[in-house]
């Protein structure tokens, strides 16, 4: 791609509290539910853009590029993570917000509170970059965030670098970089599970809104949900035991039952029910989602 070289430099404030980072690394986060907080990001701001235009739009492209301490490749790539999406990408001036630690968003949606992208970010490195091409301006917006240098320097601003552009993709690619926790292949193979889980209803089905796939030193793995074998709901007369022996009692019945209640004004739907065959290893239970995400109930 080609972009007019002209550059320009502005600051971004990314307190209230440095000390609060180094708090941060040590987050009881699990990786895959870090990484969720990236996808959150990008989700939430494609939900936005398809929900403003009225239209549906091709699904949002996310990969997730892990490189090992050992990789053969470009060495400044070792023991880092690309997050890249060709999402809506961040605004000059939402770029203030986006990295102020606990500063809310103002729409409701997978990403509202405002901590999980800074939180993930210094939990899995005290050095990350963000570069960002909006589809509402024709710019490229690009930073490092270095906590160590900031907290010997006592400094809480950052340096923005914006420069014309008018055909590069649009997206975000951000870069953690030295991490303090690798990712072997066991753990990658961990993470993708989950993250195949939490996205469910994102990646399935024939018009999927996310297209999400990971990378192990180049090589790639689609994250997209397939539904297990579909899973039996038990239909059995009630058994009781009455002196050692065990007898049926009625007809039999479908042991399912639906839940749609309200709780502090919001809907929950659903239902419970018990399997014909069980399994504590392929069956979560009860999965719960939040905005259609898995919050909890993976295998």
Not at 47 to 62: A, F, G, M, N, T
Not at 209 to 238: C, F, G, H, Q, W
Request: hydrophobic letters at 35%; proline letters at 5%; a neutral charge.
């Amino acid at each position: 791609t080609k972009s007019i070289n002209r550059k320009n430099m502005f600051q971004v404030n990314v307190a209230p509290d440095m000390g609060m980072y180094s708090l941060l690394r040590s987050q009881g986060y699990d990786p895959a539910y870090a990484l969720g907080e990236f996808i959150d990001n990008a989700l939430h701001a494609y939900l936005i853009r398809c929900s403003d235009r009225h239209e549906k739009s091709d699904p949002l492209k996310v990969k997730i590029k892990f490189y090992s301490s050992d990789y053969r490749g470009n060495s400044d790539f070792q023991n880092c993570i690309f997050i890249e999406d060709d999402g809506p990408g961040i605004g000059g001036s939402h770029l203030a917000e986006a990295l102020k630690p606990a500063k809310h968003n103002d729409v409701k949606g997978l990403s509202e509170f405002g901590i999980g992208m800074k939180a993930a970010a210094v939990w899995f490195a005290d050095i990350w970059s963000l570069k960002t091409c909006p589809v509402s301006e024709q710019k490229i917006y690009s930073l490092t965030f270095d906590l160590n240098s900031l907290l010997q320097a006592g400094q809480d601003v950052i340096e923005v670098k914006e420069e014309e552009d008018e055909v590069s993709p649009k997206g975000t690619i951000l870069t953690l970089t030295g991490l303090r926790r690798a990712i072997d292949g066991e753990k990658y193979r961990d993470i993708c599970s989950i993250l195949r889980e939490l996205y469910q209803l994102f990646t399935s089905g024939e018009m999927p809104r996310l297209d999400l796939t990971a990378y192990y030193n180049d090589t790639p793995t689609s994250l997209k949900y397939v539904a297990p074998i579909e899973r039996v709901v038990l239909d059995a007369p009630i058994y009781k035991t009455v002196s050692k022996t065990l007898y049926s009692i009625g007809p039999s019945k479908t042991w399912r039952i639906p839940v749609a209640t309200v709780f502090n004004g919001h809907k929950i739907e659903g239902f419970i029910c018990l399997l014909e065959t069980g399994s504590y290893k392929t069956n979560p239970g009860i999965v719960l989602f939040r905005r259609e995400r898995v919050i909890t109930g993976t295998t």
